[in-house]
Each structure stands twice: as structure tokens, then as C-alpha cells.
């Protein structure tokens, strides 16, 4: 499922380094002025994503490293929703960081006068924003994928967070600037699609789609590959509208053709209360015993993740929900929620495949449990998956142990006959 972020409770971090103190070891990129100033333009057009300008913090040849970690730290304490954090210029390897040389770097202050990604990357670890955008157009950027902290993703508090990340190169590669082109090859590619948007798919263009698009621009014209990696449903991240969408009427921006751009529809209108069909499963809902959390036994935590998590409107309130016996530890993850709003299931699988069926819906599709070798091995752990299937799609939820997971089998099998026989 596609997610566009909202703009209101966005920020942007755009550092780019033109000019170097050291020349003879990093040259002078003067295509990263017009890198900075157009992405500015393409992430605050109002017909692609309008990210409000004061939400932008664009830096140009900074020379401070402690300017831009405050930076970005204000960004990533202000945003509520998405982060994005960009950088042009030289790349230097170093050990098992990547240094991001700033306008004062030399080769002699190479290590205390650039910006450390690490540095970077445990501040945007530490955000309170649901989801993170990471743009690297550098050197050896690919670095910032094998540095990714897995296990830091699998802590509570960021695991209902998604991250991407897209870096101009591989770890060992370098990026280019071709002479006389206004942009970089990598944030010039990128500007194109992100602008023009891509055919056959959707309102909004995921970042998973716009990478391989980039990647196949930039390989049609034999310059270095891009890499990218995610976090969550990092992938279905978007930064901005489909202009190629049949059903998108926004006019082009006033930066490409001087027409007063629209701003984005307003949100869709509160959904019809659920049919009295539906009161069968919520009766039952109620009568689940120690299967499901509800009331006061979800907190507050538990319904802010699976919120954010399975892109539950405000609207469906969340009546119940069931959480795998491992609990909530390393193990766990917002996807294995089972959760049950006041109209609709929502479920999601290992591979971050959401949906959202509702419970007239249910009928139509399949449960069953699934005995899979995870857990403790002795037959007493929980080692068993509840499976629904769905068309395309069998989503995994646990691990439980089985007279749990049998129990909720049968709970799952008498929502579907209750609205079946309403």
C-alpha cells in the first residue's frame, strides 16, 4: 500500500557541498547548487508532495559539522511524520563509516571537520517520526546500507517505523558529475522521474518503483548503478504525486511552466458507521476472552503502532487485538498484530504485505493454522503461525503456541459464519 506522507508533519534536511577547502583532493561539483535548489522545488510543489518551505532546511556548502547535526536533529524532533535527509558532494570511506566532507574539510581535518554518517544515522534512529527517507548522491554511498542497524529496527519503540534508503553508488564505486550537466547523473535522474512520474502506476510513485527507474536511466546510459535498501514498508514510501496517473488533474508546478499548482485534495470523507451485519462480530469480539486485548488492556502504545503500522484511518476506531505469545520482544513486530477495528481485519505478513478486509468480506477467504520449526524446538514454544489466505496473498501471523493458535482459528471461523448467517 502506497503511503504519501503528510506534508504538515514532514521535514527535509538538503545538504549539498560545492566547494571544497582541499580542491586538489575533492574538485569543486557546482552542479550541486542546482541539485539543492530543485529538489527544494520538486518536494514543496504543491501538485507533487507540498512540503511546506519552512519546512526545508537547505544548506549549500556548510562548513560547520556542528550546523548540520543540529540540523538535522531539529528536523527529526519537529517531524512527526516522515524525515528526509539528503546530501551531495565527495564521499570518503573510512574504517566502517562514511565521511561526507564538508566545505572546510581538508585531507588534514578529514576526520574531525566532515560529517560522520553514523553521526547522521543515530540521530534520524532516534526520531519520534513514523518513517525516514535517506538520498546519499556521493561516493562510496552505498556504505550507509551494510552500516544499517538491523537490530535497532527490531526494538519496540522505532518498530512500527519504516526507513529507505537510495544512495547514488555501491560501497565501493564512485558517482559522477558529468561536465556541463546541470545536475548530478544520480539527482538528475532521480529530479526527471520524480517530476515527470512514471507510467502504469499508481496516484503516488513509491520509492521501490522511482529506484528502479533511476536504476534502469542511469544503466541505459552506462553510468554507475544505484543501491537501495528498507526498512518496514520502506518501499511503499512516496515523496511525491504520479504526474503519469490517468486520474491525477494537477497542473505542472510553477517551477517547470509557470501555472499556479493546486494543492493536494483534501482527505477523503469519514467512512459509513458499520452495517448492523457487523454487530455479530463485534458481539463476539467482546465475548473472546483472553484471545484478543481490548479496552483498556491495549494502552496506548499497542494502538498508536498498529495505526501507524497498517495505515488505519482515524476514523475506524480499534475494538480489539491479538498479539503473538513471543510477545512483545525482540521477535515482534507490528505486522503480526491481528487487529480489529469497529468495521474491518487488518493483517500483514513477514514481507510487509498489508490489507485491509472487511468483515463482510470474510467469507470469501481462508484460515488455517500453519506448524512451522520456529520456537523453542521442544514442541512446547510457540512455534505455531495462524495463516489467512487471501487472493495473491497469505499473510503469517505469531509465533503462538497451539491450543492459542487453535483458538483463534476458531474465533476466525465463527466471525466468518456470523457474518455469513447476518
Known amino acids: 500500500m502506497t503511503y504519501l506522507p503528510d506534508p504538515g508533519r514532514s521535514r527535509a534536511v538538503l545538504v549539498g557541498v560545492s566547494q571544497y577547502a582541499d580542491p586538489d583532493r575533492w574538485p569543486a561539483l557546482p552542479a550541486v547548487r542546482a541539485n539543492i535548489a530543485d529538489l527544494r522545488a520538486v518536494l514543496t510543489d504543491r501538485g507533487l508532495w507540498g512540503l511546506p518551505a519552512e519546512h526545508v532546511s537547505a544548506l549549500v556548502d556548510p562548513r560547520d559539522t556542528g550546523l548540520v547535526m543540529e540540523t538535522v536533529a531539529t528536523a527529526t524532533e519537529a517531524a512527526e511524520d516522515t524525515v528526509v535527509f539528503y546530501y551531495a558532494g565527495h564521499g570518503s570511506p573510512a574504517e566502517s563509516d562514511l565521511l561526507l566532507p564538508l566545505a572546510a574539510t581538508t585531507t588534514q581535518n578529514l576526520s574531525w571537520r566532515s560529517l560522520r554518517y553514523s553521526a547522521v544515522r543515530e540521530v534520524l534512529r532516534q526520531r519520534r517520526a513514523a518513517h525516514c527517507v535517506v538520498l546519499l548522491d556521493c561516493c562510496f554511498s552505498g556504505m550507509a546500507h551494510a552500516m544499517a542497524d538491523v537490530d535497532s529496527f527490531m526494538d519496540l519503540q522505532i518498530s512500527a517505523t519504516s526507513a529507505y534508503t537510495l544512495t547514488s553508488a555501491a560501497r565501493d564505486s564512485i558517482s559522477l558529475a558529468p561536465p556541463g550537466d546541470t545536475y548530478t547523473a544520480f539527482t538528475g535522474e532521480l529530479l526527471g522521474i520524480l517530476r515527470a512520474g512514471l507510467p502504469g502506476g499508481g496516484p503516488a510513485l513509491p520509492l521501490g518503483e522511482v529506484a528502479r527507474a533511476v536504476t534502469a536511466g ?48 483534501p482527505p477523503p470523507a469519514p467512512e459509513e458507521p458499520p452495517a448492523e451485519a457487523h454487530q455479530a462480530v463485534l458481539a463476539l469480539l467482546e465475548q473472546s476472552g483472553p484471545l484478543l486485548r481490548r479496552g483498556r488492556e491495549l494502552g496506548l502504545l499497542l494502538p498508536q503502532l498498529a495505526r501507524k503500522w497498517h495505515r488505519i484511518p482515524a476514523s475506524e476506531p480499534i475494538v480489539a487485538m491479538s498479539v503473538p505469545d513471543a510477545g512483545v520482544t525482540r521477535r515482534f513486530f507490528p505486522q503480526n498484530l491481528l487487529v480489529f477495528t469497529d468495521r474491518a481485519l487488518y493483517v500483514g505478513n513477514p514481507r510487509v504485505v498489508v490489507l485491509a478486509c472487511g468483515y463482510d468480506q ?34 503469517l501471523h505469531g509465533p503462538w503456541h497451539e491450543h492459542r493458535a487453535q483458538a483463534l482459528l476458531k474465533l476466525l471461523h465463527s466471525l466468518q459464519q456470523a457474518v455469513g448467517n447476518s
Open 218 to 265: 542511469l544503466g541505459r546510459r552506462g553510468l554507475p548503478l544505484p543501491r537501495h535498501s528498507h526498512t518496514g514498508p520502506g518501499d511503499q514510501l512516496a515523496l511525491v504525486r504520479n504526474r503519469q496517473w490517468p486520474g491525477d488533474a494537477t497542473p505542472r508546478s510553477e517551477h517547470e511552466d509557470g501555472v499556479a499548482a493546486t494543492p493536494p485534495p
Open 362 to 395: 470474510l467469507p470469501q477467504h481462508r484460515v488455517f493454522v500453519a506448524t512451522l520449526s520456529e520456537g523453542a524446538g521442544d514442541g512446547t514454544g510457540p512455534n505455531h503461525h495462524l495463516a489467512l489466505v487471501f487472493p495473491r496473498h497469505v499473510t
